[in-house]
């Protein structure tokens, strides 16, 4: 990316991530209007779906992933898919729809390149969850924040960190059979994903399956259970990831209980996105931030500090906000401190490392 290019892209990633944690803490009960403007909190409350899977987590993945590439027409997905949270946001809905199906076709594109270019199981099933966000895109366009279109886009985040954990079991042993047993999983996924557009009590429970089936395949057979008894970056790393792994299986027991008919739909949504996903995040960005956006971070273990708010903050949403708005709106304004405390953990450690390395 041209270094004049940075700041704007980072500047619309991070619109999307603050107004989509405004809408959510706006959908929670916490009073955010009269801190912020209403006309901009009550669409961000509507839109709080959109902006973080497509306006953040996109436009991040869909830089990543240019990056990998080294094509300049690769970084039109993230372009795209930040460009449209902003006309979402600015009342203009079918520009912002149209751009968001943009930024899936060309994400799509990408990743064929990346898989002609290296033809290994993880990138094809990073093709598919490409297929997966695309095919949520066009969702959102005909049925709007339906579940059908909620399941397509929790499934491309889910099978991009899938894909990415199935590239690092390359540098390990495993069993014959954990290829076949991970299969599976993703069958149940793609199952409940394609099946919710017609079925939607049998697509959330094979939805829900197929998270704990995958929870204790990557329980089982990932690296974390290795690293989390080394030191420094690899022993943090494995500390966001197996408690990530839980919640993936707690929000799929969730969404079994909403195929039932159960008030688990916050918990199912919540253990899967914050719990599961932000999780990740946090595990990867020092990693990624140096790789992708050339942002050199010195590690230490002020990283835990984040890391341990964002799981208190879950397990307080999750058990004590469960039937207590009261509860649910403090255990979500905790969820947004401990993603500030963690950006502000990650300029303090770039910080740190400019101090080390004038």
Known sequence: MLTWARPAMIALVAFSLLTGIAGGLMRAGVPVIGWLPANWVLPAASLHAALMVCGFLGTVIGIERAVALHAPWAFLAPLASALGGICLMSGQASLGVLLMMLAGVVFVLVNVFIVGRQGALHTWLLLVSALIWLLGNVRFAHHG?????????????????????????????????????????????????ILAEWQDHVALLLWGMGLVALSGWLISFDIARHTIKTEGLSRYMAACLLPGYIWLGVSGLCWVGMSMGLATRDAALHALGLGFIVSMVMG???????????????????????????HVSVLWRLLAGHNNATWLAMGSTLNAVAIAVFALTVVSAAWSWRQRHP
């Open 145 to 193: 924040l339906a579940n059908d279109t909620l399941l397509a886009w929790l499934g491309f985040l889910v099978l991009t960190i899938a894909a990415e954990r199935l590239e690092m079991t390359r540098l390990m042993r495993v069993r014959a059979w954990s290829r076949p047993l991970l299969g599976v999983c993703l069958a149940l996924l793609l199952a409940g994903i």
């Open 284 to 310: 990867h960005a020092p990693v990624i931030l140096p790789a992708v956006a050339r942002v050199k971070l010195h590690f230490d273990a002020r990283f835990y500090l984040p890391l341990a708010l964002l």
